[in-house]
């Protein structure tokens, strides 16, 4: 399954920046995993940007892990 990033704006809307970022699964990109509205035109990044020191949504990470484990066999021989 993809995901995207997508960014929640405060009050101020775009032009005060990104409040935080969620996940949304790339079939749903209107909500976030933790249920928020994502407005259609906000800002995307992809997946691999999640964990690189982006403001996110807590509860959305938490229910990322859970969608798409960590193979330590995936990451074999980096370092």
């Not at 405060?10 to 976030?32: E, F, K, M, N």
């Not at 940007?49 to 960590?70: I, K, N, R």
């Amino acid at each position: 399954m993809a995901h995207l990033l997508r960014a929640e704006y405060g009050p101020s809307g775009p032009a005060g920046g990104v409040a935080r970022w969620h996940v949304v699964r790339a079939a749903d990109p209107s909500h976030g995993m933790c249920g928020a509205e994502i407005a259609s035109d906000a800002e995307s990044r992809p997946e691999e940007a999640w964990g690189t020191g982006l403001h996110c949504c807590q509860q959305c990470g938490s229910l990322y892990l859970h969608e798409v484990p960590f193979l330590r066999s995936d990451h074999a021989g980096r370092t």
